[in-house]
């Protein structure tokens, strides 16, 4: 485990090293309330993509990296954190590998760091602002409390709606840092993810479940250069739920 410091106060961000060819090093960037690990080592450790250097970061606030309370936690600031972390890491002209959350991330990354990145991979990415809901398993549902009732118990009700998987890396999260960047991610960013998405000049590959069906303005996002594969037999963990269909489609895509 590797450890860089990323904001002025001194907060940690960690990740997992696997060492390999630094030559294209790849990032792999988890969801709201989960950890990398978790959710990419199995995957990472298969022999289609293993030999290159590849980060298992844990973004600021969740799984193993520092969660500070005078950090904002939107989009722009998790994607500038990780850029400092990856620029410590001597890392440039990366591959990034970002889940839900984490493609949100990823993307706001290859726009406002270009440098760092050379190939974008998102895994049913979070792309459009929502709507904050209460009673809702995910971001909307964490979006629909204050951050104070949130802090005073909210977490408890929202602990009950979704699956003991989820809640053994949500639990590691800072109750602060779970809360302010659900709250972004469901209020979205100016433009909208999916908007800068479109406009990036790096190969891109978005990956969805094919039960889904099409994803929300899939038709602009091919016609803007996105490969888009539909997976079958998954459902948003793609990664976790088939991880043949998921390795394969990262092999070739990163080797191609």
Known sequence: MRTVEVTPSG???RWIEIPGDPARPRVYLHGLGAAAAPYYAAAVARPELVGVRSLLVDLLGFGTSDRPTDFGYTLEEHADA??????AADVRG???????MGGAVAVLLAERHP????RLVLVDP???PGTPER???GGAGIASYTEQEYLAGGWRE?????????WSTMRLAGPEALHRSAVHLVRGTTPTARATLAALDVPRLLLRPAADGPHPGEQALLDAGV???PVPDCGHNIMLDNPDAFVAALARFLTG
């Open 94 to 100: 990366a591959d990034v590998i970002g889940h839900s």
């Open 126 to 128: 979070s792309l459009d």
């Open 158 to 166: 929202f602990r009950e709606l979704i699956t003991p998987h989820w």
């Open 82 to 87: 990780l850029a400092t972390l990856l620029a």
């Open 115 to 118: 440098e760092l990145v050379a």
């Open 227 to 229: 490969a888009v594969l």
């Open 11 to 13: 907060a940690l961000m």
């Open 135 to 137: 009673g809702r398993p």
